[in-house]
């Protein structure tokens, strides 16, 4: 039957998953996930902050949590529909789900971890698809090693292994890079899309990692507070975020409340006061009238710093401050600058070299009208 | 046949009976979403307080020729339960049932349910997620329960005397044989007993708490990975 079973499933296996659920959680107070999409093989990121709906919403599309109503269909299999009450049960959905905690099975050895999914399939078929994802995902020599034995990039390739051995028709991953170095996550997302190159499947991936978004991103859908909140590519999604925990979690490290003053609707711009201080900035032109209060977003990687009054700049903002901290974390300076607000900006440490940058340095912050961003 | 041996025997077919048995009431009492659960997990409890002479004098009536027991006995066998070795199992049984449910259920719940869900995504019915993993991972709760269960129905006193009485070879465990030992005033033939079941029962507790705090942890895995 393997042969046949085969044919069936790489027919149906490129398929779009397109999903609707609502899942009111009882224990969660009001919380309801109510959400509507597509995701065609390949990468589709959900993206969103913490406690945004996420994760259950990997586990209605798993199987593991029930949604209270909705539709859940892969190509031309119906996996879930309330209305004609289908509910396909976990073991027979043949979706990947590499948890956060990737639940890799103790006492079991690599290899047989990653040979789990299969049974139903010859010994020899078995053992060549076992040798081929092994060496795909570059586990082979670990085989015999138990997970309590191997480090943490490899606990992750074996997760990764052990889900896509089974081929299935889609592949959800929960966050199960983080805490992996970038250029450890960068070798393993290219072995995982050169697997994904021929099988392609969709693959949803959950983070809360704008890098990550970068690295992968073909489309993002943006979840806040169990609800798409936009979806796209990810440079559409992610800079010009319409909302504040968005704009945090999207890598905007510095949100400023501030007042406009007076638009200039000739020129596309207004003038803001950042808080109670005596800055004012030009950010671009959006509804809102004198006296209104605001929400400001800019990238701490979009300012630049100054070690004298800069001239003859397109730049329109130019705040005179203080350094109040500096702090290397990896290959980055974080500079805490105090111009009557605190901006956060980056630097490069011989940025910090050549400027001669310490506490207590006066400095100029330089930003871009555009990169100045206003959110709800 | 001796009473030390009769003690062991019937101890082995306890403990093995209600290895079998406790397997699927403990899955249950672990894993069920039942509201109303606390109702078994009392009654499987029950004989932990109860005192034997109160287990074994309803087991006496139960198995006795007008008891419900002992009539289908005699219908099924021609002859009835009380004062028989299988009487004594099966009073036993019920006796040692705690004892065998209540580590199983303890380390099937220790479990990492992610693993569980992890093998069901993986196409894994119950049956074989039971067996490949949520067995293998509670060999611990296993040993502990056979061996309570061995040795807390080798050491039982009043439930033996009520249901079993006092025959040679057929009903006289060793606990018994101590007691009547110490009646005739044979106080050596007592003490050489007692203290045999005293060496066996520290042994016993030796194993098992060696084995829950993984004593010999890099021998165990290798061994439960096979």
């Given amino acids: 039957m393997g042969a046949g079973v085969d044919a069936m499933v790489s027919k149906v296996s490129s398929g779009t998953l397109v999903a609707s659920i609502r899942k009111e959680r009882r224990d969660a107070g009001a919380f309801v996930l109510n959400v509507s999409f597509e995701a065609p093989p390949g990468f589709t990121i959900l993206f969103g902050p913490s406690g945004a709906g996420k994760s259950t919403l990997l586990d209605c599309l798993a199987g593991l949590v029930r949604p209270t109503t909705g539709k859940i269909v892969i190509g031309e299999n119906v996996l879930f529909n309330s209305m004609i009450h289908i509910d396909v049960p ?79 028709q889609l592949l959800l991953l929960d966050e199960p890079l983080t805490g992996l170095d970038a250029e450890l996550k960068a070798s393993i997302v290219e072995d995982l899309r050169a697997w994904n190159a021929a099988k392609r499947i969709p693959i949803l991936y959950v983070t809360h990692s704008r890098e990550e978004v970068d690295a992968l991103g073909e489309r993002v859908i943006a979840i806040d507070n169990g609800r798409v909140v936009s979806h796209g590519a990810p440079m559409d ?13 999207a890598g905007f490290e510095n949100l400023l409340s501030a007042t406009v003053l007076d638009l200039r609707e000739p020129d596309g711009v207004m003038r803001i006061r950042l808080g109670e201080s005596a800055c004012e900035i030009e950010a671009p032109l959006a509804h809102a009238s004198a006296g209104d209060l605001v929400q400001i977003a800019i990238r701490a990687g979009d300012i630049l710093l100054a070690s004298q009054r800069p001239r003859g700049l397109s730049a329109r903002n130019v705040l005179e401050g203080k350094i109040l901290s500096l702090e290397q974390r990896g290959t980055m300076c974080i500079a805490r600058v105090d111009c009557g607000v605190t901006f956060v900006a980056h630097v490069t440490p011989s940025a910090v070299r050549a400027l001669e940058l310490a506490s207590d340095k006066q400095v100029w912050l330089v930003l871009k009208t555009h990169s100045c961003h206003l959110v709800d | 046949m001796n009473s030390l041996s009769l003690s062991f025997e019937l101890a082995g077919c306890v403990a093995a009976i209600l290895l079998i048995i406790g397997m699927p009431v403990a899955y ?196 439960s990975a096979k």
């Fill in chain 1, 237 to 249: 999604v992610l800079d010009a975020p319409r909302r504040k925990r968005l704009a945090q979690a």
């Fill in chain 1, 90 to 168: 976990p073991q027979i959905r043949r979706m990947a789900y590499v948890f956060q905690s990737l639940a890799l099975f103790p006492h079991l050895t690599i290899e047989q971890n990653v040979a789990y999914g299969l049974r139903d399939i010859g010994q020899q078929d078995r053992r060549a698809r076992v040798e081929e994802i092994l060496e795909a995902f570059r586990i082979a020599r670990l085989r015999n090693q138990k997970p309590s034995q191997i480090s943490g990039g490899e606990k992750q390739r074996t997760a990764l292994a052990r889900s896509l051995v089974t081929r299935p």
């Fill in chain 2, 28 to 223: 249950w009492l672990a894993f069920s979403n039942w509201r109303g659960k606390f109702l078994l997990e009392s009654l499987v409890a029950l004989p932990l307080v109860l005192p034997p002479t109160v287990l074994g004098f309803y087991a006496l009536l139960a198995m006795g020729p007008r008891g419900p027991l002992g009539k289908l006995w005699i219908v099924l066998f021609g002859h009835g339960l009380a004062f028989t070795f299988t009487g004594l199992v099966l009073a036993s049984t019920v006796y040692s049932f705690p004892f065998a449910v209540q580590p199983l259920m303890v380390s099937f719940e220790a479990v990492d349910r992610k693993l569980l869900d992890a093998s069901a995504l993986l196409g894994a019915g119950k049956w074989r997620t039971f067996q490949r993993i949520i067995l293998p991972l509670s060999l611990p709760g296993v040993v502990t329960a056979l061996v309570l269960s061995f040795a807390h129905t080798l050491g039982e006193f009043g439930v033996v005397l009520m249901v079993g009485g006092n025959l040679a070879g057929v009903t006289r465990t060793v606990s018994i044989d101590i007691y009547d030992h110490v009646q005739s005033l044979e106080y050596g033939e007592a003490n050489h007993l007692a203290l045999l079941l005293l060496a066996i029962a520290f042994a016993v507790l030796c194993l098992v708490y060696a084995v829950n705090r993984r004593v010999w942890a890099p021998a165990w895995t290798r061994w």
